[in-house]
């Protein structure tokens, strides 16, 4: 099979970059949005066929899909053992993501055509869309960890420029910062494990890493320090760096605020890719989590399986959309970790990897449409917050259907997409671990309650006056929407128990309905709920906020984790260890330099006197100097 | 006292007095002719040593021609009747100081250094031996310097015409 | 005609005059002065160096050979030097030799 085209997934982002960075304000807006676009859409073109070709034409070897390596080069050379090569990797997940990621993004980039019209920078905006491509695609086919590493860095830069797009507002400002520092703080670990499980393994590539023979680890299984394996503790540190990216506990904090970007960004970076990165690197590396650190694979079961509670508790108390979203989008991805965490490896074992991926795939259609939905509600309405909306069914009759879909989806009602998922990660969860299995039970039903929350309050509720009549958004950005939505209704039918799997070997998967209609039981009960409080203007939320009090004050300031951050950060970090080493820096090391300096230019100051310019005077010096030498040599030292 | 050592200490008297006269006055014409009596002296002292070639080098080209020179630039640049502030005590100090211990200390070194003469009988030096050795090339011969110090003159000749013309 | 002077008293002579013109150096303004000054230091190393061929090597000529090479450099010195005190003394209206300081530093 010829694999070579795929380059051009690569190329034809980074070129739509650099062309909209560089020449796009020479041209009319429209262009750099078309050609971001139209190099989009051969993007998606061109990842279909690659799956396609993929799955179904190449298809298995020996009984289990091979890791194709389709192109690789040495990027940077230092000795004959340490090569650090750029390349593009398929395999089952990596393909898959490639759909995702092209999918998401041609929808999100048509989308933004309507939705960024008329926007100051919108080729800026472009630009920075295509650079997150670019960088969201290299980082799924990486072909090596380093690799995956820089793409890694790339896509949170991408994130970081997009979530700060408008630069002039001081939110959006501090909420790129705070996106970029807390990401970048996890990707230390990241890197640390990185260079952890390398110096052991002596490879950074996945094939190797990820293959039968284990005798790479031998060396280093041995070692361990405070208790835990070397490789426990390099999975522990790469897994900060996927929880730092997918916004696991504690590091979910910059998620929320993230959503100060523009709201196609938030769709498809906060919500539909980048996010999932974190549970991308986790499947990638599974079979090392799986095999050299079970306790790992552990503990990234509860750190999902909390993340997602959590999440969901607070995601019923918030009154922005699109945070109600976010919140929404930590707990699915805390499912999918949690499926990552629970999964075997071998035949139906791996029924969790494979739950999680699909879940992320189907995450990313359903997901991508809410964000979306409510990316066309505020361009209607102007505002972001829940009790200026509300019985937009009328006037919003596409993005109403369509956001009822995505909502339907992602409570697990039967035959749409998340069911089938959902279903295979709470049978994974059930055969591991009953605690945790539980737990989504719960989320489950929280998840429907406040999805329906959100869906009545916009789409039903009280007949707010609007300033103006809000209007149905334009064909460019309804037409994505109902893209969107036929993929949230089908993408449950793909048979990834076939495609993609752990080992790589597909089994036989089935809808356990003896769990599966329980939770879809839960989920109804969580629908009833919320249509019983919000279809119509009730007190009964606010009844039960008074009350919850308390709880629900800690719940509503989202358990005070922000806060929490930056009493550490500012009250004991700051002004215990930042302003001693800030003194340190200004007064010593500083004063060192700074000495040196001023002693340089004082000296200078008093010598440049004796370049007087004055001719008798240096005749002076010279004689003067001579005859001292004279004393000195000829007759002091004999 | 032997006539000629007398000559040489009223030529050593000359000498001494109308250097520092030559520093010291305070009228630039007035110090250019104590210079000149000082090379003219010196003249003197080299007739004495019975260089007469030297000696008439030094009336022609220094007392003549050079001193000319510096008269005439005075007379380009100076009032004659212009007389010279007084130097500054700081000045005078400093220069007083190398001037003396300079001097004292050479004095010291040329009292207690031991000289000593070449046992070679001496050659008769007349303006045959003086000109077949500047112009000579063998052994002793000074060709090559004196060409030297011909170029040097010319290009010091060109270049004092185009520094002292007048501009453009 | 050396007969009964002392080689050394010649040399204190000539170190006086060198010292002389050191010390005009340093203590006058005036550029032509200093020109001057110049000219009693060079006189006094041709004294020298006629004394010591006298005394020391009367066999040879090299020290006259070099006191004429002397000569030959002052002259050449004192023509430029006279040169450029006119420029200067076109350019400022004055060789005070304290105007022409504009190289410093």
């Known amino acids: ?638 | 006292m032997a006539l000629n050592v007398l000559m040489f200490y009223i030529l050593s008297a000359v000498i001494v007095i109308f250097s520092v006269l030559t520093i010291t006055s305070r009228r630039i014409l007035r110090a250019a002719f104590y210079l000149l009596c000082v090379l003219v002296a010196t003249a003197g002292f080299y007739f004495m040593v019975d260089y007469q070639f030297m000696a008439g080098v030094q009336l022609v080209l220094y007392a003549g021609g050079i001193v000319v020179l510096i008269i005439f630039s005075i007379l380009l640049t100076s009032h004659i009747s212009h007389k010279f502030a007084k130097p500054e005590a700081m000045r005078l100090v400093m220069g007083l100081i190398v001037g003396v211990s300079g001097f004292a200390l050479s004095t010291i070194a040329i009292l207690q250094f031991a000289f000593k003469e070449t046992e070679n009988a001496a050659i008769k030096v007349d303006m045959q031996a003086i000109g077949t050795q500047l112009l000579g090339t063998g052994k002793n011969g000074y060709a090559l310097p004196f060409e030297v110090i011909s170029v040097l003159l010319l290009a010091a000749m060109i270049g004092a015409i185009v520094v002292a013309k007048k501009g453009k | 005609m050396i007969e009964g002077i002392p080689m050394t008293h010649v040399l204190i002579v000539s170190a006086f005059m060198f010292f002389a013109g050191i010390c005009g150096f340093i203590i006058r303004r005036n550029m032509i002065t200093i020109l001057m000054s110049i000219e009693l230091i060079l006189n006094a190393v041709n004294i020298n160096l006629v004394v010591f061929n006298k005394y020391l090597y009367p066999d040879q000529l090299q020290g006259q050979f070099f006191a004429l090479f002397v000569v030959g450099i002052a002259a050449a010195e004192a023509s430029v030097a006279i040169a450029l005190i006119i420029n200067i003394y076109r350019r400022l209206n004055s060789i005070n030799v304290e105007q022409v300081n504009e190289m410093k530093y």
């Open chain 1, 1 to 638: 099979m010829n694999y070579s085209y795929t380059i051009l997934i690569l190329l034809i982002p980074i070129a739509a970059f650099l062309f909209n960075g560089l020449l796009g304000m020479k041209f009319k807006p429209i262009v750099s949005g078309l050609v971001g676009t139209i190099g989009l859409g051969i993007v998606f073109l061109l990842s279909w066929y690659t799956a396609w070709q993929y799955f179904f034409v190449g298809g298995m070897v020996d009984g289990e899909f091979p890791k194709i390596i389709a192109m690789s080069m040495d990027w940077l050379q230092f000795t004959d053992k340490l090569t650090i090569r750029m390349g593009i990797m398929l395999d089952p997940i990596s393909v898959m993501m490639l759909v995702v990621v092209s999918s998401v993004s041609f929808m999100v980039h048509i989308y933004s055509l309507g939705y960024m019209k008329g926007e100051k920078g919108f080729e800026r905006f472009y630009s920075f869309l295509s650079l997150f491509s670019f960088s969201m695609l290299g980082l799924v086919v990486a072909t090596n960890i380093f690799q995956m590493y820089v793409f890694w860095e790339l896509v949170g830069i991408s994130s970081f420029l997009l979530i700060g797009f408008y630069y002039q507002k001081p939110s959006a400002v501090a909420a790129s910062k705070k996106a970029f520092i807390v990401t970048r703080f996890a990707d230390l670990g990241f890197l640390i494990g990185i260079l952890l499980l390398s110096f052991f393994t002596q490879t950074f590539d996945f094939t190797t890493l990820t293959g039968a023979d284990h005798s790479i680890f031998e060396s280093g299984a041995a070692k361990s320090f405070m208790g835990m394996s070397v490789f426990t503790w390099a999975c522990l540190l790469i897994f900060m760096g996927g929880a730092g990216k997918s916004a696991m506990f504690p590091f979910h904090i910059w998620l929320p605020d993230a959503m100060e970007g523009p709201t196609p960004v938030s769709a498809l970076i906060h919500a539909a890719t980048m996010v999932v990165a974190g549970v991308f690197l986790v499947a990638r590396m599974f079979p090392v989590f799986f095999f050299q650190a079970p306790d790992a694979l552990e503990v990234i079961a509860y750190v999902g399986g909390f993340t997602s509670l959590f999440a969901a508790i607070i995601a019923c108390t918030q009154y922005d959309i699109k945070r109600v979203l976010a919140f929404s989008t930590l707990s699915q991805i805390g499912y999918m970790i949690l499926a990552l965490g629970v999964s075997g490896y071998e035949g139906h074992e791996g029924v969790g990897y494979m739950a999680s991926m699909f879940h992320l795939f189907t995450h990313a259609f359903f997901k991508a449409l809410l964000f979306l939905g409510a990316g066309a509600i505020i361009h209607a309405v102007h505002s972001n917050v829940m009790q200026d909306m509300g019985g937009l069914r009328k006037y919003m009759p596409i993005t109403h259907i369509t956001f009822l879909i995505a909502c339907l989806t992602i409570s697990g009602v039967p035959f749409l997409s998340a069911f089938f998922s959902k279903d295979e990660i709470l049978v994974a969860a059930f055969h591991h671990n009953k605690l945790l299995f539980a737990v989504e039970y719960l989320v489950a039903g929280i998840t429907a309650f406040y999805m329906f929350r959100l869906y009545f309050s916009i789409f039903w509720g009280k007949d707010t006056q609007y300033h103006h009549t809000p209007h149905e958004a334009p064909k460019v950005m309804t037409i994505p929407l109902m893209i969107l939505a036929i993929g949230s209704i089908f993408a449950g039918y793909v048979p990834f128990a076939k495609l993609i799997t752990a080992d790589g070997r597909p089994f036989e998967s089935h809808i356990d309905f003896a769990i599966a209609i329980p939770s879809v039981l839960i989920g109804l009960v969580g629908i009833g709920l919320a249509m019983l409080m919000y279809r119509k203007e009730t007190h009964i939320p606010e009844r039960i906020s008074i009350a919850l009090g308390g709880f629900y004050k800690t719940v509503y300031n989202k358990f005070y984790i922000d806060e929490i951050y930056l009493f550490i950060t500012k009250k004991i970090i700051f002004n215990y260890i930042s302003r001693p080493v800030a003194w340190f820096d200004r007064h010593i090391v500083d004063g060192t330099m700074n000495g040196i300096g001023w002693i340089t230019l004082t000296s200078a100051k008093k010598i440049k006197g004796l370049q007087s310019g004055y001719l008798p005077q240096y005749g002076m010096v010279f004689a003067l100097a001579a005859v001292v030498f004279v004393l000195i040599f000829a007759f002091l030292v004999r």
